[in-house]
């Protein structure tokens, strides 16, 4: 979203000098969680205001990704295997859901942090198309998302690509749930395309910089262009602190068929 090239330099420099934590560290009372959700940012369309007191980012984004079966946003009903996916362990294609988001941000180019909110609709193959090979586009569940965003890293000396979000996820039907998100900028490392390397602690939900990269993988590209990464990590009530409103459920697939069909 923000602070793109300007990050990139001082992300090496920091990998070469060291940044990965002690082992002890990592395992003092804490454990390591693993992400719920990966979304890619497919476009943005940002605008700086330089000028003034206050100089900010305003930038509305369009992301898709994959969410892991299980998890409140992804009931298993909704679950299809994914074709751009590598083959899973057992050499079977992994199943997953499809989300579709539309962000809004403003972020302060001071401090980094600032207000996101959008729209996800999570989608499904066309079951009168069974013969589909592109994106899936049947809606069977939607609603709203909106948080505080957190680029500060981005402004640290030395700079990194990187920030976090914290926020909820509010289907239509009322059910929410906390997330915790990590956002990912690439950059090019020794002529490869990659990501910071991380690990998310619970139950401070602290960003533990591994000290290594990560590469860009194909199905992480639009058009050929490396995507902007952002990790969702669904909080549970021990983690996340408040319950959700209302306890998800799952709506099975005949519910969804009646649902309003997007294209």
Known sequence: MIFRRAVLASALLLLGAGVAPSASAVAESVSVLTAGAHVYELTESAKFILRGRRPSETSTSEFMGFVEPGTPPCPDAFAAPVRVLPLDANGHPQRKCVVNMTGMDRI???TGLGPISGRFTVVTADEINPTQIDAPETVVMQGTFRGQIDFSPALQVPPLPYGTVTGDLMSDEGERVEFFGVFLLPFEAAGVDVYLGY???????????????VPVQPY?????YPT??????FLPQEVGGNPPATPPREVGREEAETLILKR
Do not use: C, I, K, M
């Open 228 to 233: 902007a990464r952002f990790d969702l990590y």
């Open 108 to 110: 302060s180019l001071v």
């Open 199 to 213: 690990t998310l602690l619970s139950p401070e939900l602290q960003v533990q910089l591994s000290g290594t990269v």
């Open 220 to 224: 992480e590209r639009a058009l050929q």
